[in-house]
């Protein structure tokens, strides 16, 4: 299968599939970027979502958890969080906040679509886990579900 480059977040073999180890190092790095991130959204969430942030805050430290260790079973070393990251916008009032969340999700949907593609044959239905529930809270942020999470170049016409 064969995608955008610009949506590629591990390193490519020559056919264009990632390696299995930066499959899953580009998502442990995603992870690591969406507790950071939820952390800001948390802080500027209102009271009736801060369930809803405090539990994808949990499910993405698991999930980040989970493929630490994998990294290392793998035989890498796992990419270290950053102290802090770059919001893709400023994220000032609740509307912001809710806004990040649903952008956090879409790019771990893409980070788990590489790892589903090339992860170890005995991740890869965690990594569909993953994906879906990605796709569903990405859904549940923005108000609307998109064709083909994950997978952004065939979300504009469908058509793919």
């Known amino acids: 299968?064969?995608?955008?480059?610009?949506?590629r977040t591990a390193h490519r073999a020559e056919d264009g599939t990632p390696s299995a180890l930066?499959?899953?190092?580009?998502?442990?790095?995603?992870?690591?970027?969406?507790?950071?991130?939820?952390?800001?959204?948390?802080?500027?969430?209102?009271?009736?979502?801060?369930?809803?942030?405090?539990?994808?805050?949990?499910?993405?430290?698991?999930?980040?958890?989970?493929?630490?260790?994998?990294?290392?079973?793998?035989?890498?070393?796992?990419v270290a969080s950053a102290a802090a990251y770059a919001l893709p916008f400023e994220v000032t009032d609740e509307a912001g906040a809710v806004r990040l969340a649903g952008e956090l999700e879409t790019r771990l949907a893409a980070a788990y679509a590489d790892l589903v593609e090339a992860g170890p044959a005995e991740e890869r239905g965690d990594a569909a886990s993953a994906l879906s529930e990605?796709?569903?809270?990405?859904a549940r942020w923005s108000?609307?579900?998109?064709?083909?999470?994950?997978l952004p170049e065939y979300a504009a016409d469908g058509s793919r």
């Open 1 to 7: 299968m064969t995608r955008s480059p610009a949506r």
């Open 22 to 78: 930066d499959a899953t190092q580009a998502a442990l790095a995603a992870e690591h970027a969406a507790v950071y991130g939820y952390g800001v959204v948390g802080g500027r969430i209102g009271d009736d979502r801060g369930q809803e942030v405090s539990e994808a805050f949990t499910a993405h430290r698991a999930r980040r958890d989970t493929l630490h260790r994998t990294v290392r079973d793998l035989g890498g070393t796992p």
């Open 134 to 138: 990605a796709a569903v809270r990405a």
């Open 143 to 150: 108000g609307a579900p998109v064709p083909f999470p994950g």
